[in-house]
T-cell receptor
Framework: QKEVEQDPGPLSVPEGAIVSLNCTYSNSAFQYFMWYRQYSRKGPELLMYTYSSGNKEDGRFTAQVDKSSKYISLFIRDSQPSDSATYLCAMSAGAGKSTFGDGTTLTVKP | EPEVTQTPSHQVTQMGQEVILRCVPISNHLYFYWYRQILGQKVEFLVSFYNNEISEKSEIFDDQFSVERPDGSNFTLKIRSTKLEDSAMYFC?????????????FGPGTRLTVL
């Protein structure tokens, strides 16, 4: 079993749709939960960061962490064509390594 | 806004040659990392570095790899004898470790092509 499983996609939605991206994990030691956006052949760009459980909102983006279910989500409201990218979930137990999901490629069509 | 920088952006080398990939982490960060991403695959952890020593390394980080922080600003990854399978994007990351948004910020990457 992989430590981090990410919904594989690809995902294609019309502009303005609400997008839900999801990851599950098996390691109970994970406390830091991140979502990165990655464009082709570029570095991961930090979008959202959550410590422990709960919700966090930043503009059109909402990150949710449910540690009891070992499940995290990223919601994108009013999706735009510029949101088209690969989204990576990542998790860490502390200051150590981050473990990444495989990524979900999102296309938002005008 | 401070950012992690990496040089070169693209490195082409012959199999068996040594390469050094360079990174300048964010200035007040204490933890440094290297990851790699083979084309079409996930981001994989290589090594973490704290207080001038390796704190953790993966199975990928074998004897042909080494890291160094030669001065107060640079962090390097050396591959002694490159193999075809070392072709990948290599990302440097840094983390403050002292509160605030205590997570890893990534550089833009170096694309390594081994011929």
């Amino acid at each position: 079993q992989k430590e981090v499983e990410q919904d594989p996609g690809p995902l294609s939605v019309p502009e303005g749709a609400i997008v839900s991206l999801n990851c599950t994990y098996s390691n109970s030691a994970f406390q830091y939960f991140m979502w990165y956006r990655q464009y082709s052949r570029k570095g991961p760009e930090l979008l959202m960061y959550t410590y422990s459980s709960g919700n966090k909102e930043d503009g059109r983006f909402t990150a949710q962490v449910d540690k009891s279910s070992k499940y995290i989500s990223l919601f994108i409201r009013d999706s735009q064509p510029s949101d088209s990218a690969t989204y990576l979930c990542a998790m860490s137990a502390g200051a150590g390594k981050s473990t990444f999901g495989d990524g979900t490629t999102l296309t938002v069509k005008p | 806004e401070p950012e992690v920088t990496q040089t070169p952006s693209h490195q082409v080398t012959q199999m068996g040659q040594e390469v050094i990939l360079r990174c300048v982490p964010i200035s007040n960060h204490l933890y440094f990392y290297w990851y790699r991403q083979i084309l079409g695959q996930k981001v994989e952890f290589l090594v973490s570095f704290y207080n001038n020593e390796i704190s953790e390394k993966s199975e990928i980080f074998d004897d042909q790899f080494s890291v160094e922080r030669p001065d107060g600003s640079n962090f390097t990854l050396k591959i002694r004898s490159t193999k075809l399978e070392d072709s990948a994007m290599y990302f440097c990351a840094s983390r403050t470790g002292t509160g605030g948004t205590d997570t890893q910020y990534f550089g833009p990457g170096t694309r390594l092509t081994v011929l």
